[in-house]
């Protein structure tokens, strides 16, 4: 059976290579790197409370976690429509809910729209760790800054800001 893709084994070396290096990867690999630092920076950060960091400095919290940091309003959220803002479905954000609920950076309240839905809010532990978050946010942002030069993370952002906007669509 004959590769229709690459008649030598050079030529499939070489077809193959933008596997490794496609502008989705990269920015996944990014993301990646950018969370675990986030998450090293809070396991290290005196005010995040001590389970919340101990749980951070054990991986126990993931970029997954991260999710409801990133989109969980200030106000609140029904479940449904955190998960919608994640991008995940609706059972897997009631996991990553649960846990964090379990931790006590959530709590489920009644909503004061419709007695039959709950919202997800912040607690005081999870106001404490946003804070921690935001801090840890800039700190890896201007690590990553310094890593790569200001003209460079300029130019990215922007990029990013756009493609992310859908305004060149």
Known sequence: MT??????????????????????RLMGHALRRFDARVLQLMARN??????????????????????????????????????????????AMGTLVDQCEAWGLVQRLPDPH???ARRVCFTPTGLDWLRAFEA??????????????????????????TYASGASS
């Not at 690459?6 to 496609?22: F, S």
């Not at 976690?65 to 995940?88: F, P």
């Open 46 to 91: 005196v005010e995040v409370p001590l389970a919340l960091s101990n749980l951070a400095a054990r991986q126990q919290v993931s970029a997954a976690h991260v999710h409801i940091t990133r989109h969980l309003s200030l106000r609140g959220d029904r479940l449904s429509d955190l998960a919608a803002k994640a991008g995940m479905t609706k059972q």
């Open 3 to 24: 590769d229709t893709l690459a008649a030598t084994p050079m030529d499939a070396a070489h077809h193959d290579a933008w596997r490794q290096t496609h502008l989705g």
């Open 136 to 161: 840890a946010v800039a700190q890896a942002e201007a690590e990553w800054r310094a890593e790569v030069g200001d003209a460079v993370a300029t130019v990215v952002s922007i990029g990013l800001e």
């Open 114 to 116: 419709d007695a039959r």
